[in-house]
């Protein structure tokens, strides 16, 4: 897992502190998101798709990581937020 970064704010003159990535992961009947270093899941849904939309939302507003596991807890799917963040450049 990545650790929380440190990003500078040139309008406070100080270190903000980035919220980490959002995974989307199987959580007992149904999916679930959750930041990085938080110990409860933020939301929950009956199905993957629902989950996924809802935690693409959030990394979207908070300009992270969306990692999407399959049912079997491995890693299907990354999509970084904004776009101009992926490290990888790659066009899909």
Do not use: C, F, L
């Given at each position: 897992m990545r650790s929380i970064e440190h990003v500078w704010d040139e309008t406070e003159g100080e270190a903000a502190v980035s919220e980490g990535d959002i995974h989307t992961s199987k959580h007992g009947d149904g999916w679930a998101n959750k930041a990085e270093g938080n110990e409860r899941v933020s939301n929950t849904a009956p199905t993957k798709?629902?989950?996924?939309?809802?935690?693409?939302?959030?990394?979207?507003?908070?300009?992270?990581?969306?990692?999407?596991?399959?049912?079997?807890?491995?890693?299907?799917?990354?999509?970084?937020?904004?776009?101009?963040?992926?490290?990888?450049?790659?066009?899909?």
């Open positions: 798709a629902e989950a996924q939309a809802k935690g693409r939302e959030m990394a979207t507003e908070r300009g992270v990581e969306h990692v999407i596991h399959r049912e079997d807890g491995t890693i299907g799917e990354r999509n970084t937020y904004p776009r101009s963040r992926d490290p990888r450049r790659s066009k899909g």
